[in-house]
């Protein structure tokens, strides 16, 4: 917030015009399985969950069962990789266009819950994966999922691929093509 607030001051005292683009939950790779997300440590749902689901974590801890929801788990907004990149053009092209600065949510509008997630890895995957319950973590709200119709109006975005299982199933493929490359890196050592 701090960043947006001195952008739109750099814009008013110098006419440097910027685009802030707010993520909601980035999950997916390419479909092409070039490109996709690797954090160490990681931390995102996904990727969590589709490591436990292919042993390379003794299970996925879910943070809360006993939320407001509709299973009792957060319920969040995922946005898949491709759909931020070209939210990022469509951004882009705007400012070219002469585009005032302005501040963007980027989601699907639809909301999947810490279960459904793992639901939807283990048809993915084809087996089960492993669960163990958590507490809260302060701070987490039942459900953040996002409002993104002005940048659907204003930037002429839309995202496509809203599905969770496409999402879960191109980060799958990611997460099988680097634990091959893994795999091999380690017999040649």
């Known amino acids: 917030l ?6 739109q001051d750099y814009d008013t005292a110098y006419g440097l015009k910027s685009t802030c683009l707010r993520y909601f939950n980035a999950a997916g ?6 490109l996709g997300e690797r954090h160490d440590p990681e931390t995102h749902l996904v990727p969590l969950v589709l490591q436990a689901g292919l ?3 003794d299970a996925i801890t879910v943070f809360g069962t006993d ?4 299973d009792g788990s957060c319920v969040r907004d995922y946005i898949h990789i491709e759909d931020l990149c070209s939210a ?4 882009l092209r705007r400012l070219q266009k002469g585009g005032k600065s302005d501040v963007f949510n980027l989601g699907n509008g639809a ?4 279960l459904e997630v793992i639901r939807v890895a283990e048809d993915v995957l084809g087996n ?6 958590g507490q809260r973590r302060p701070g987490d709200p039942p459900v953040l999922v996002a409002e993104a119709n002005r940048a659907r ?31 091999m890196l380690r017999k040649r050592a």
Request: aromatic share 6%.
């Open 29 to 34: 790779a390419d479909p092409d399985g070039e």
């Open 67 to 70: 939320y407001d929801t509709h």
């Open 153 to 183: 109006t204003e930037l002429n975005w839309q995202p496509v691929h809203t599905d969770l299982h496409e999402i879960v199933r191109t980060a799958s493929d990611w997460e099988n093509r680097v634990s091959a490359q893994d795999n």
């Open 128 to 133: 089960r994966i492993p669960v163990q319950p």
């Open 55 to 57: 042993g390379k974590r």
């Open 88 to 91: 990022h053009l469509a951004a």
């Open 111 to 114: 909301g999947f819950s810490v």
């Open 2 to 7: 701090m960043v947006e607030q001195i952008l």
